[in-house]
């Protein structure tokens, strides 16, 4: 009774202490239910202590996995530079390449549906109601959808069937100049850079923005290389594909008013040397011009 309320606290603070570790301590039960609530302490503190034991073994080994694999690619990197007689100027860029990958590659890229099909397989009625959610957004920045030429749900759930998704991680080629291209990219997710030999710097492009549309209307060689800057996630819109399923949804009408955007857009690509990137605001002016040219010729004659 005369004890203070420090001493006191400090006695039980001590006791609770040894209760979860090998410690020892001068305090024992006097009582049959002081003995039975130390007896529930030490059972209480002993799974306590297990788990979070077991989380912190755990951690920590996933931490040395990742920084084994980490130095066994930096051992694998050296061999090779040792090897062959990188010299020091080369090997430095190499270093400065792979450095900037490894500190890029810790930021997360968005969740694509390839990879919820990984572990989600899909009935291929729900698949395409998926991808007409996911992608249908996309679909509709095109230049040429975005007037008069407004495809209905079944039209745009055949062109999001068309899409194909893609991802890559930082400082990855996404395609190099005079390669044939494979169709129209849109960026979903991160950001990538476009250089050519016409421009003054490299050219930022970011989700929403399109590269290659030409590539929907007949054979395209790509006028640049394109490259991401961190995780990127794209999808690309086949022409063969994206063609043929216009003409087995669309109307003569608006077969009609695409064909001539088509050759529109053909003819200023060839004549303005156009790249695969949109540059010029003359250029933007341009295209507007030929998508409302084949807007009024939709609306001329409607279906």
Not at 261 to 289: G, S, T
Request: proline share 4%; glycine share 4%; net charge neutral.
């Amino acid at each position: 009774e005369t004890t203070s309320a420090v001493a006191v606290y400090t006695c039980a603070f001590h006791w609770s202490l040894t209760q979860f570790t090998p410690a020892t301590q001068n305090l024992s039960p006097v009582s049959y239910l002081e003995r039975f609530f130390a007896c529930f302490v030490v059972l209480v503190a002993l799974v306590t202590f297990s788990t979070f034991l077991g989380k912190m073994t755990s951690g920590m080994s996933q931490l040395l996995s990742l920084h084994a694999d980490r130095q066994q690619q930096e051992t694998m990197l050296r061999q090779f530079m040792g090897d062959n007689k990188i010299p020091v100027a080369l090997a430095q860029r190499m270093w400065h390449v792979y450095r900037e990958r490894q500190r890029l590659a810790a930021k997360t890229a968005r969740m694509s549906l390839e990879d919820v099909e990984k572990v989600f397989p899909m009935p291929v009625d729900l698949l395409q109601a998926v991808r007409f959610e996911v992608y249908h957004h996309q679909i509709l920045t095109l230049p040429i959808l975005q007037v008069s030429l407004h495809p209905t749900s079944s039209e745009l759930a055949d062109l999001c069937a068309a899409l194909e998704e893609h991802s890559a991680g930082p400082m990855q080629g996404v395609f190099e100049q005079r390669m044939t291209a494979a169709g129209a990219y849109c960026f979903t997710s991160g950001k990538a850079v476009y250089n050519s030999v016409r421009l003054d710097g490299a050219m930022e492009l970011s989700p929403g923005d399109w590269a290659s549309e030409a590539a929907l209307w007949g054979r395209w060689l790509h006028r640049g290389s394109l490259s991401t800057v961190g995780p990127c996630t794209w999808v690309v819109l086949k022409g063969q594909k994206f063609r043929a399923s216009i003409a087995q949804q669309a109307c003569m009408v608006v077969l009609r008013a695409l064909a001539r955007y088509a050759l529109q857009f053909a003819d200023c690509a060839r004549l303005y040397n156009w790249l695969d990137v949109v540059v010029e605001v003359e250029e933007v002016e341009l295209r507007r011009k030929i998508v409302a040219e084949a807007a009024e010729c939709f609306a001329g004659n409607p279906p």
